[in-house]
């Protein structure tokens, strides 16, 4: 253990960060202790070991050490003022904002063309000139910009030239490669500096002419060619799996569906501004005439109620007209994207229809048959006699059920209406909507349902004859009440027990009559206290504001007329 | 001194004897010789050799100087007259790459660099395999004194097959010498040093290191290069590189390189260089400027969005830093750029890079005066201006290692200043560590290591003490007195407007 302070024999105490240590001077303690120094040893530099021992560096550490903090100087390379002419490379032409700058170009959207003329250049340069008339001339800046083509050119065609030796691009390669986007100057001379560029290129192999970097070009020798920098970071590769895909899919098309449509909005805002402006112009033209109108009216001296010099209604419609086709225009694709929804028809809508134009139909057939039937006698069952609900007094017929109706089975397949046969009944979704189809032909065709009627028969009988019921059976599932056994068979809810019950026998029948009583009387009584809470709360509403706001007693009393419903 | 005549050259025949006489034409790369440097001779390696019209002429690096000061001689000034240090010899084939490494040069007569002479070498196939192709341009450190076989930090006998690959954070070599290669990085005195990490950095482990952080390196491999640019202008001054820098190679031909002061392009040729001059608009670093005094401006770029004008001036500091690496691009990095400013736009002076998310705590990655502003007080504001950000965070950092020798001076010396103007405000009596670095961000080992290397912690009457020696207080009230009459350059907190940048977990998964 080093020693310190000159308490050679004890252990120092352990030193903390969070111990305050008290600050003193130096007179205020003993003399340093030679041996302080050999602490010294322990602390890290910092710098490599290697350089560590370095003349100049000891030489700076040793005079620190010893307080000559000016004495350490590390000698450097000299630097000397150039004899460049700075003032004509460097125009002062900077001017500082008041505020921070805030900057965010790159050095290319600052440095014009990319390629820069050589002295080889200038000589080419100036020989072509001087071959031109003076209209004709080739400017520096259009030989750059020429020359920038064709190495952007063959960078494009060629990416690895520089290391697979391939041929300089022919002249017709860079005709290709000429598009809209390329200069008229380039245009102009390319094929008189093509042969100046290809002679260039090939004198230094087919590498680019500008100086530039070496990275990565994936060979194994870049790993240890020192000239080869800034390689990329490889980044973490992303599990691809299917949903991720389907997840990217749609998060593209929303995003291409949103720049459309900002597109067509903002396409729609130009055309709506230019008719705005042409709005403007033409009121501007008919102030001038009108001013020109007063003037003559003044020099002429006529006097009228100078109609003509207002806006007029129906002038003033005109004037609007040319704006008013581009409003409905600018809420279209809003509707667009709607009528895409609207399009989509539901099916119990498509069922609907059929079931409404087959209805139409055989009622037309009827009324058709009757008509020719008119006068005659029909003897016969002819094919086409009329529904036996027309042979029946219909009238005389209950429905068994009326309102509650038992919900049958989702799986039941029976229903000869249901135009879904082919449709996956199995998925709850259609179930419930076939469910919701069916009830509402219930209603609205009562026969099809089970119905009875009592009557009394000769020797009075009592007779009661039943409809459907027989055809139902012979389904194979449509009785109600075995459809209302099964209900809860594919629901979870099994704690509900299922009786098995002869559907006929009277006891159940007459049970049945009763709770369907009970339920209609209760539904009476519900509606009737509905129709009073909703008398009263109307009341209540027209206290409220024939009251100062604030006092609220009433309310409490409306709460409590509610509760009681 | 004499150039010997080849008669002579028998006794220089590459042998196994550690010292002998050397001819210019036996001399060879990895030649330890005495060289004549400022009047006085010194110990120089040969790193390379080329042939010039006037005969040949040699890259040395003096033993135990800094590599900045590593130059090209003439045979002149080479002392034949003493005895040379020949490199280990390793194996007949090494023998065998040396020789046709030493024929090279002078068939290709033209102005050859030691980078393609050792390509060459590397090109032959040697013993040690294909991965050492490295070896033929980054020499490995090594002492011609055998001392790779020190035991406790050689793994075992097979090391040479893989040595060129590990690196040591001590930079002691582990591993066969290649005998055209060497570098006197090491010298007698290194033996006492101790290694207190002692721990084997092979270069994949580094570079997956600098692939998720960092931006120095310790890889010879990645260092120890011929310097490749001679001379650069860049503004009003002609600057001398220090080291070697990526640019493109042909640079290496030519005497003079033209930097633009403001986006950083360079180029080999006067006239494009004016070319571009005309059409550049740039007048200031490319980003945000954050801060603003009387006397500079600090921009903040950043790498990922900057990415051309940062990779210039990587390439730029690059000049000077020895141990900054290119390996990986610039993205995860922000670079604090300080600028001087006049009537013709924002001069770069320095700048320090710091990273996006440093795992290690870092608060700085590299930092860099350009050598034409050096010796002018810009580092210690560059320094303070990176503690300034770290204190906005609230967080204590301290820079990235190693640091270089000038660094090491600059921090030992930003810190002393600042801990002891904290120590001396009136009222204070006593400070913990943890105290002085939450007050100057610093971090509690660079508090207590500053503390302990100006001798101001001293262990007293069985109680540690902070002593204010004289000389630090003196050195203070010299310093006050200096700022009262040139005016105090420093950081001012509130003239900087600035948030510390936030980046998302998904930026950093895809955009570094």
């Known amino acids: 253990m080093t020693r310190y302070g000159g308490l050679g024999r004890t252990r120092p105490k352990k030193l903390t960060p969070k111990a305050s240590i008290p600050i003193v001077r130096e007179d205020e303690i003993d003399a340093l202790d030679e041996e302080i120094q050999s602490s010294l040893q322990n602390i890290e530099t910092g710098v490599e070991k290697a350089e560590e021992e370095e003349f100049h560096l000891q030489v700076a550490i040793k005079a620190s050490a010893r307080g000559k903090v000016n004495a350490a100087h590390i000698p450097t390379p000299e630097t000397i003022l150039s004899n460049l002419r700075y003032d004509e490379l460097y125009p002062p032409i900077f001017s500082q904002p008041a505020t921070y700058i805030r900057f965010s170009s790159t050095v290319e959207d600052c440095c014009g063309c990319p390629y820069n003329m050589t002295e080889e250049d200038d000589v080419f340069l100036k020989i072509f000139n001087q071959k031109r008339d003076a209209a004709d001339q080739c400017s520096e800046d259009d030989f750059e910009a020429t020359m920038n083509f064709f190495e952007e050119t063959a960078q494009a065609k060629q990416p690895f030239a520089a290391v697979d030796g391939s041929p300089v691009p022919s002249f017709a390669d860079m005709e290709s490669a000429m598009d809209a986007a390329v200069e008229d100057c380039v245009k102009r001379f390319a094929k008189d500096i093509y042969e100046h560029w290809k002679a260039r290129r090939m004198a230094t192999e087919n590498h680019g002419l500008q100086p530039s970097l070496k990275f990565e070009t994936g060979q194994d020798t870049d790993d240890s060619d020192p000239y080869v920098c800034f390689r990329r970071r490889e980044v973490r590769q992303i599990r691809k799996t299917r949903g991720r895909d389907a997840q990217s899919t749609e998060k593209l098309r929303r995003l291409r569906k949103e720049l459309e449509d900002a597109r067509q909005l903002i396409a729609l805002v130009r055309q709506r501004e230019i008719g705005r402006r042409e709005m403007i112009s033409m009121e501007r033209q008919v102030f001038a005439q009108r001013t020109e109108v007063k003037e003559m009216k003044r020099k002429l001296n006529i006097k009228d109620d100078d109609e003509d010099l207002i806006n007029q209604k129906p002038k003033k419609k005109q004037a609007e007209m040319p704006q008013r086709p581009n409003a409905p225009q600018l809420r279209l694709p809003l509707k667009g994207g709607l009528s895409g929804a609207e399009d989509l028809q539901l099916l119990e809508e498509v069922q609907a229809e059929k079931e409404n134009d087959i209805l139409r139909d055989i009622k037309q057939n009827i009324s058709k048959h009757i008509k020719w039937n008119e006068g005659y006698v029909d003897h016969t069952r002819a094919p086409l006699s009329p529904s036996p609900e027309r042979t029946f007094d219909t009238a005389a017929f209950r429905p068994a059920f009326t309102a509650q109706l038992p919900t049958p089975p989702s799986s039941e397949a029976s229903d000869h209406n249901m135009m879904d046969t082919s449709l996956d009944v199995t998925s709850p979704l259609f179930a419930r909507d076939k469910f919701a189809s069916r009830a509402m032909e219930l209603h609205e065709e009562p026969h099809k349902l089970p119905s009875f009627r009592r009557r009394i028969g000769r020797g009075g009988r009592l007779l009661v004859d039943r409809r459907n019921v027989v055809a139902a059976r012979c389904a194979v599932d449509l009785d109600p009440l075995k459809a209302d056994r099964f209900k809860y068979d594919q629901e979870d809810s099994d704690d509900e027990d299922v009786y098995d019950t002869d559907g006929y026998s009277l006891q159940i029948m007459q049970h049945r009559a009763i709770t369907m009583a009970k339920a209609r009387e209760q539904a009476a009584v519900a509606a009737q206290a509905h129709a009073q809470a909703h008398a009263q709360a109307q009341s209540q509403r027209r206290l409220q504001t024939d009251q100062q706001p604030g006092h609220n007693p009433p309310v409490n009393s409306v709460q409590a007329a509610l509760s009681e419903t | ?512």
């Open chain 2, 1 to 512: 001194m004499g150039v010997r005549d080849s008669g002579e050259a028998a006794t220089g025949t590459p042998d196994p004897v550690e010292r002998g006489f050397a001819t210019l034409n036996t001399i060879r790369i990895g030649v330890k010789a005495m060289v004549q440097k400022d009047g006085e001779i010194r110990k120089a390696e040969i790193l390379s050799i080329r042939q010039r019209k006037d005969g040949p002429s040699f890259y040395v690096h003096y033993v135990d100087f800094n590599k900045r000061l590593d130059e090209w001689v003439s045979s002149a000034r080479i002392d034949l007259s003493q005895e040379v240090e020949w490199p280990q010899p390793e194996k007949a084939e090494k023998k065998k790459a040396a020789a046709a490494n030493k024929a090279a040069p002078s068939k290709n007569i033209k102005n050859q660099r030691a980078r393609a002479d050792s390509r060459d070498v590397s090109g032959t196939p040697d013993a040690l395999g294909g991965k050492n192709l490295n070896v033929g341009k980054a020499p490995r450190p090594s002492k011609a004194g055998g001392k790779e076989n020190r035991g406790a930090e050689t793994p075992g006998g097979d090391t040479s097959l893989f040595g060129s690959e590990r690196v040591s954070a001590v930079g002691t070599p582990k591993a066969a010498e290649s005998e055209d290669v060497d570098m006197p990085d090491v010298d007698g005195k290194e033996e006492d040093v101790p290694t207190p990490g002692g721990e084997l950095i092979t270069r994949e482990e580094e570079i997956e290191r600098l692939r998720t952080g960092g931006s120095m390196t310790q890889n010879p491999t990645e260092i120890h290069r011929v310097r490749n640019l001679t001379r650069l202008q860049m503004g009003k001054y002609d600057v001398e590189p220090w080291y070697f820098s990526p640019y493109p190679d042909s640079f290496s031909e030519v005497d003079l390189v033209y930097i633009d002061e403001f986006c950083l392009s360079y180029f080999d040729n006067q006239r494009a260089f004016e070319r571009h001059r005309a059409k550049c608009t740039l007048v200031h670093p490319p980003g945000n400027e954050i801060y603003r005094d009387d006397y500079v401006s600090f921009f903040e770029v950043d790498g990922r969005r900057q990415r051309t004008w940062c990779r210039n001036l990587c390439l730029l500091s690059k000049l000077f830093l020895d141990h900054k690496t290119l390996y990986y691009d610039v993205d995860p990095f922000l670079f604090y750029c300080m600028c001087t400013r006049d009537e013709t736009g924002c001069h770069l002076v320095g700048y320090f890079s710091k990273e996006k998310d440093s795992a290690e705590g870092y608060n700085l990655a590299c930092i860099m005066t350009l050598p034409q502003y050096q010796r002018r007080g810009f580092g210690r504001l560059l320094i303070s201006f990176s503690y300034e950000l770290s204190k906005r965070e609230g967080k204590l950092g301290s820079p990235e290692k190693p640091l270089s020798d000038l660094g090491l001076l600059g921090y030992r010396q930003y810190w002393r200043e600042t801990l002891v103007e904290l120590l001396s405000e009136p009222g204070r009596e006593a400070m913990s560590e943890n105290e002085l670095a939450v007050l100057t961000s610093m971090t509690e080992k660079d508090v207590h290591e500053t503390l302990v290397v100006c001798s101001m912690l001293r262990y007293h009457k069985g109680n540690w003490v902070i002593v204010l020696t004289d000389y630090v207080v003196e050195e203070h009230k010299k310093r006050l007195e200096k700022e009262k009459v040139k005016g105090a350059r420093k950081i001012d907190p509130a003239r900087l407007q600035w948030k510390p940048p936030v980046f998302t977990a998904s930026s950093r998964t895809w955009n570094w």
